[in-house]
Each structure stands twice: as structure tokens, then as C-alpha cells.
């Protein structure tokens, strides 16, 4: 072997319940917080971080942050004279304390309340006129995470569905993206078999806690190995599509992603193997399409809004942004293969 493998600093502190707690321990220091959440979780957030020096309250949170939102985001954070930002809820929350963090350099605090994975990561996200640019800066890594199942009790279960999907989505793309290490590998598929412990639980059980523990877990291994092994084939289609289209971030991976993995499993026999083995299936696709059955997964991008007219574009837009190191070449082609299944719902096998 011969590779080379970076990993974040970052604290975490698990635990069910613990929230208010481990709180006050990670903002230790901090004089003046901005809390950072959307309105729905306002209320929540407000009761959990009480006994905080809060400074501002801030909602003005949008899904795959819009630069004029970040820029709100920023001018607030200037005003308020904060010196941390502490983020509460889902990728949309965490997101605009990344684009803050960004131009600042104002430390993160992250409190999910999904399954996005945002918060284990490097990667920050904008969208401007309908495109979506990423990058990777150390600067948006937020130097503590919160995890505290209790918190993702609210969330309805479709929405908590596509959520541990998409954590899936960080697992299957960290076996074969860029800079993708042996290390990723393990972590992802832990991550993998975790999820598949977890989202048929919380599915049969939707107070079910010790479900609810393994997808948070799996979303922070999934997200660290992902971080580590860069965007991958997957990743790359939904950004296009996220930004493009303003489709629902994690139905929309939960949609494509039975799709890129039927199309890059055939090429990757051991990353196809650690799979499998994760979901206790013949085959990765096998395992993945029982899971879907199992939790009611969200199948089709036709069903989220998207028009078939938007995958000639769509395609075009991905094209260029493929990975060099994709297990298999992919062109125009395949890739409008991938996206009409993906649009239409069809079974994988029929890409």
C-alpha cells in the first residue's frame, strides 16, 4: 500500500440527550455566538443554547446557499461582532455557517439535526445564478460537533429518509472518489453497515433512539471518509442538479444514487465486496435496492420537480465535472442513461 491520508481536528461529542451539556463545554470561551438556524428549529435551538452568550439569532438559512444569503449571512455575523458561530439543524444551517467561516475565519460549532454529514467536513458549497460551486477550505471544518440523537426526533420521516440516504450517498462515493485511501474504505463501509442497521429501524419505529444513534454515526464516519476521498461521479451529478434545478438536496441523492452505483460497481470488484458485505447482500446494488424497498426510499427525480427536458442540460453541465479517476470512463451518453433512470425511476438494472 502506498497512500496518504489526511484527517480533520475536530472534537465530537456523542451521546443521546447530552446536547445542553457538552454545549457548554465546546463554546467554552466564546463571548459573542451567532446561532445559526433555520426557523423551524428556532424555537428548539433557543431552548437547548439558553445558558449561552448568544448575541444573534440568526434564520436567514436557504437550501445550497444562495451567495446573497451567505453574504447576509456574512454582513450579520460582522454587525453582531460574533466570535463563533454555532450552527443548528441540517445541511442548509451548517452550510451558511461554512460561507461565513469562509471570508472570516470565525470558528465553527455544528449541531445537526440531520443525517447530512456537512458538519465532518472540509467542503463548503454556494449557488449563483442556478450554478453551484464547491471547494474545500480548512477554514469552514467546524473544530466541534455536537451528536445528540434526541435532536433528529422531529424530523418527519421522509425527510429523516433521504437524510441517512444521502449519508449512504458520502459512503459509496468516498470507495472510489479522487484521493479515496484504504482508510476511507473501512470507514465507509462501517458507515454503509450502519445505515443499513439503523434506517430500517427508525423506519419500522420512528422513536427508535438506538436507530436513530447508528445513522448519526454512520453520517459522521461516512462524511469523514468522504471529506478525505473528495466528490466523486455521484456527488458531481447532484451538485449540478441541486444548483441547476433547486431540487431538495438529500431526495435528490437519495434519487440518483442506486443509478451511479449500478454504473461504477461493475469496475470496482473490492469496493463493490465492502459493500455488499455491509448491506449482507449477493451484490452492492442487490443490498441497496433491498434497503430502498425496505425504508420507501424516494426513487425518482421526476417526482422532486425536475422536467425531462432538464437532462440534456444537466448533462452537459456534469460532463466536464467528472473525476479523471472514475472507475470506468463515462460519457455523454451514459450519462444521460444515468440521469433518465434516475428521472424516471427505473431499477437500475436498466441503465
Known amino acids: 500500500m502506498n497512500f496518504t491520508h489526511e484527517s480533520l481536528s475536530q472534537k465530537i461529542r456523542f451521546g443521546s440527550g447530552t446536547a445542553?451539556?457538552?454545549?457548554?463545554?465546546?463554546?467554552?470561551g466564546a463571548a459573542r455566538i451567532m446561532l445559526i438556524c433555520s426557523p423551524r428549529e428556532a424555537e428548539r435551538a433557543a431552548e437547548i443554547t439558553v445558558d449561552l452568550p448568544v448575541a444573534l439569532h440568526h434564520h436567514d438559512v436557504a437550501m445550497h446557499v444562495p451567495v446573497e444569503?451567505?453574504?447576509?449571512?456574512?454582513?450579520?455575523?460582522?454587525?453582531?461582532?460574533?466570535?463563533?458561530?454555532?450552527?443548528?439543524g441540517g445541511g442548509s444551517a451548517i452550510g451558511l455557517a461554512k460561507a461565513?467561516?469562509?471570508?472570516?475565519?470565525?470558528?465553527?460549532?455544528?449541531?445537526?439535526?440531520?443525517?447530512?454529514?456537512?458538519?465532518?467536513?472540509?467542503?463548503?458549497g454556494m449557488t449563483d445564478n442556478g450554478v453551484k460551486t464547491t471547494g474545500v477550505d480548512?477554514?469552514?471544518?467546524?473544530?466541534?460537533?455536537?451528536y445528540d440523537a434526541e435532536l433528529t426526533l422531529g424530523l418527519p420521516a421522509e425527510i429523516g429518509t433521504a437524510s441517512g440516504l444521502n449519508a449512504l450517498a458520502h459512503s459509496v462515493d468516498a470507495m472510489w472518489g479522487p484521493r479515496a485511501d484504504p482508510i476511507d474504505r473501512v470507514l465507509?463501509?462501517?458507515?454503509?453497515?450502519?445505515?443499513?442497521?439503523?434506517?430500517?429501524?427508525?423506519?419500522?419505529?420512528?422513536?427508535?433512539?438506538?436507530?436513530?444513534?447508528?445513522?448519526?454515526y454512520a453520517a459522521y464516519l461516512a462524511a469523514t471518509a468522504f471529506s478525505s476521498a473528495g466528490s466523486g461521479l455521484h456527488h458531481k451529478i447532484?451538485?449540478?442538479?441541486?444548483?441547476?434545478?433547486?431540487?431538495?438536496?438529500?431526495?435528490?441523492?437519495?434519487?440518483?444514487?442506486?443509478?451511479?452505483?449500478?454504473?461504477?460497481?461493475?469496475?470496482?470488484?473490492?469496493?463493490q465486496a465492502r459493500l455488499a458485505g455491509a448491506f449482507g447482500a449477493p451484490t452492492a446494488v442487490e443490498g441497496l435496492a433491498a434497503l430502498y424497498d425496505e425504508v420507501r426510499a424516494p426513487r425518482s427525480l421526476r417526482d422532486l420537480g425536475m422536467a425531462e427536458a432538464d437532462i440534456a442540460p444537466a448533462v452537459e453541465a456534469v460532463l466536464p465535472l467528472v473525476p479523471a479517476g472514475n472507475p470506468r470512463p463515462v460519457t455523454a451518453a451514459d450519462l444521460h442513461r444515468i440521469l433518465s433512470a434516475a428521472w424516471s425511476g427505473a431499477t437500475p438494472e436498466h441503465i
Request: glycine residues 4%; charged residues 15%.
Open 188 to 216: 465507509a463501509a462501517e458507515s454503509a453497515r450502519a445505515v443499513r442497521e439503523g434506517l430500517p429501524a427508525i423506519a419500522a419505529d420512528a422513536s427508535d433512539l438506538t436507530g436513530r444513534e447508528q445513522v448519526l
Open 100 to 124: 461565513v467561516a469562509l471570508t472570516t475565519s470565525i470558528p465553527i460549532v455544528a449541531v445537526p439535526t440531520t443525517y447530512s454529514g456537512s458538519e465532518a467536513t472540509s467542503m463548503w
Open 238 to 271: 447532484c451538485h449540478v442538479l441541486g444548483g441547476a434545478f433547486d431540487l431538495p438536496h438529500a431526495q435528490t441523492h437519495a434519487a440518483v444514487l442506486p443509478h451511479v452505483l449500478a454504473f461504477n460497481a461493475p469496475a470496482a470488484p473490492e469496493a
Open 69 to 88: 444569503v451567505a453574504d447576509r449571512g456574512r454582513s450579520a455575523a460582522a454587525e453582531a461582532r460574533a466570535d463563533l458561530l454555532l450552527c443548528f
Open 138 to 146: 480548512p477554514r469552514v471544518a467546524p473544530r466541534a460537533i455536537v
Open 20 to 28: 445542553r451539556d457538552a454545549l457548554s463545554e465546546v463554546t467554552a
